[in-house]
């Protein structure tokens, strides 16, 4: 299995860049349609412990996370260390995966407010054809998984065509349009209110953090929601 999709209970939810600012020290193979890219498969953190399981086996999450992370700030940022974040904050759930929760705490980290959404026409696209990357999670066929995936959307062109790295599937790059992308199961999303040049969104404020660097201490605001989670790789 590769990744950790939060399937809810509520009736309200399914079943189930330019170049950017913070290249940091990456590799030039880290590189992919104007932002960082990150595989959960790449040696350099594939065995590295994601909770009970591996960021190889389930860590699509905080990967994802990482590459957005390190597109539109000034750090540089890899999966192990948002791996251990989320495992220190209560992001991981133990045999199931990445909590819904985590992208919003994981981004306070480094000054990013992350919107969530499940309305992709007339929030999320927009969004991301303002180079504002996103999170998006989904169960069904790629770019996702029949167990549920999470990929980090890049931005998206004027015709609707969003761009993907994909941390867990070596055929890259992938574009694909927003109609495809609810066709493959898109269940969830998650917005940065930062650019892939560093800049806020008109109207954002900058998210109140005292520190860039990861912590291990676990807050009192790590306690899991209440949902269920899965991560069995279809």
């Given at each position: ?77 890899t ?17 199931a ?10 981004g ?10 499940t ?15 996103a ?12 167990g549920?995936?999470?990929?980090f ?13 994909n ?5 890259q ?23 892939l040049?560093?800049?806020k969104?008109?109207g954002?404020?900058?998210?109140n ?5 990861l912590?291990?201490?676990?807050s ?15």
């Amino acid at each position: 299995n590769i990744g950790g999709v939060q399937n809810s209970k509520s009736d309200k939810q399914v079943n189930h860049k330019g170049i950017g600012v913070g290249f940091g020290n990456v590799k030039d193979s880290d590189k992919q349609n104007g932002a960082v890219y990150f595989q959960q498969f790449d040696e350099r953190w594939a065995s590295h412990p994601y909770g009970s399981s591996t960021v190889q086996r389930s860590g699509c999450g905080p990967t994802s996370m990482a590459m957005l992370i390190d597109s539109v700030t000034n750090n540089s940022v890899t999966p192990d260390e948002t791996a251990d974040w989320s495992t220190n904050n209560g992001g991981y759930i133990s045999g199931a995966g990445t909590s819904w929760d985590y992208f919003a705490k994981q981004g306070k980290v480094y000054g990013i407010n992350m919107e969530e959404t499940t309305d992709y026409d007339g929030t999320l696209l927009p969004a991301l054809q303002d180079n504002r990357p996103a999170i998006l999670s989904g169960q069904g066929s790629r770019p996702f998984s029949s167990g549920g995936h999470l990929v980090f959307a890049v931005n998206a062109d004027k015709d609707g065509n969003v761009r993907i790295n994909n941390p867990g599937y070596r055929d890259q790059p992938l574009t694909v349009s927003m109609t495809d992308l609810k066709n493959a199961g898109m269940m969830h999303a998650w917005i940065s209110d930062k650019k892939l040049d560093g800049s806020k969104a008109s109207g954002s404020s900058d998210s109140n953090s005292s520190s860039h660097i990861l912590s291990s201490n676990k807050s009192a605001e790590s306690k899991p929601s209440l949902y269920e989670f899965f991560s069995t790789l279809g």
